[in-house]
């Protein structure tokens, strides 16, 4: 596939004339956690005004400064990805509501529309400023290389993945959103148009590629975060601005060249994941930390058998059509996931996601052959029995996605074009199809955005 670039970059920063973005200046406080955070400074004496760790924003224009920009990038999208997560997984069948917070309760009912709802809102503030702070290294980190002063280029290659993620899931997750900077708001992009913000990260990953180093991680990492955002592409199609039910697979010959070209980087029997890790030193995993620390939300008994109080798992419940045993993954993660505290780590893609890919291809051009050697090298990596036609493809391939990509940020997706419901639903708060909206925190700041936009 030509990793050139398929637009140019300032227009593609005006989003094809919808969002005229001008790059903004860090105010000095983020600027100073963006650097705390990528050095690890240790805290200090917020009343000395001489202490040495003291930062100001020209500390960003140094060179040296890259890979410091670089960690504050990740750290935001990391941030962003657990704040974002909980809502949406509470949305599906894949986590239910135990706990207190009304809030909970509305989404984990249906309820996606309501720009009032705090946990949404949260997420979506937290979500922007990943966006603005892999856009702001981009910027800043190009600088320096276009300077000749950036003495190693993984930093830019970095931020341009952070930078396909973040406006991927935006893309996924969002009905609609605002790009502004700090002086000037910015306007609606509008659900038709939420298209454009899968080509930005589409283009983040085509320019990192041109730079990332033939064979390393990086490379793979941008290879199959590509393939990704070029299927979300074509599901888009399925789902905004108007939801399609009728013919709901994704038939995609550019991902599945994409898909290809990372696994043949990967390999195809090795059981690879990109994951974005959460440490005590890192920002927490604000899903994780609902989960099994504050017990607001538990997994669903789609999925599991809870314990006697209700409040965690006793086992895994969901079982493979075939072998007819407790889907084998499904079991690996959950025990990972609860086991982390709030400390799980995400998972951005994988080689089971691309085989997923390949898969629900051919299934839409109705290739049996290829249908069954796509989900046949996934089958293969739990040691399940190959498919030869005891379920329907269909069939098949919506539980594979169920398992393989299990809180993800994919299923509210899948639930819609698939016309499957969460048994928390509520006919009276659930709306198939709508996503996130634009929220309360962004209303009320910004003179451009009317409540309901």
Known sequence: MNRSKTSNRADNFRIKDHIQMRYIRLKTSFFALVLITGFGLLSCDILDVDNPNSLIEEDLNNPAAAPAIANGAEATLSRGLGNLLAPYSTVTDELTWIGTRDAWLALNQGETYDPLNEFVDGAYASINEARWTADNAILRIEAFRDAGSLQNITPLVRSYLYGAIVYLTIAD???????????????????????VLIDTAIEYTESGLELASTGSDWETRLLA?????????????????????????????????????????????NDWRYQIEVTSETPSNNLAFQVNER?????????VQPTSDNTRVESVTLEDPIDQI????????????????????????????????????????????????????????????????????????????QVNLFLQGRRLADLYRFEKTSPRWSSSRMNPGIFFPI????????PNVNFGD
């Open 326 to 401: 407790p889907a084998p993954f499904l079991v690996r993660e959950i025990e990972e996931f609860t086991g982390a505290s709030e400390y799980a780590d995400y998972t951005i893609v994988s080689a089971r996601e691309l085989h997923l890919i390949i898969a629900e291809d051919a299934g839409a051009r109705q290739d049996e052959v290829a249908f069954s050697e796509a989900i046949n090298n996934l089958r293969s990596l739990d040691g399940l029995t190959g498919y030869s036609g005891q379920i329907t493809e269909r069939e098949l391939l919506e539980h594979s996605r």
């Open 439 to 446: 929220t309360n925190s962004e209303i009320t700041s910004n």
């Open 173 to 195: 997750s969002f009905d609609n959103f605002v790009i502004s900077d700090r002086q000037d708001a910015g306007h609606p992009i509008g659900r038709e148009n939420l298209l």
């Open 295 to 303: 017990l607001e939300l538990r997994i669903d008994d789609t999925y």
């Open 225 to 269: 975060v590509r393939a990704r955002a070029l299927y979300s592409r074509a599901l888009w199609n399925n789902l905004k601005p108007q939801l399609n039910t009728q013919n709901p697979l994704v038939e995609s010959a550019d991902a599945v060249s994409a898909a290809e070209e990372a696994l043949a980087a990967i390999g195809s029997a």
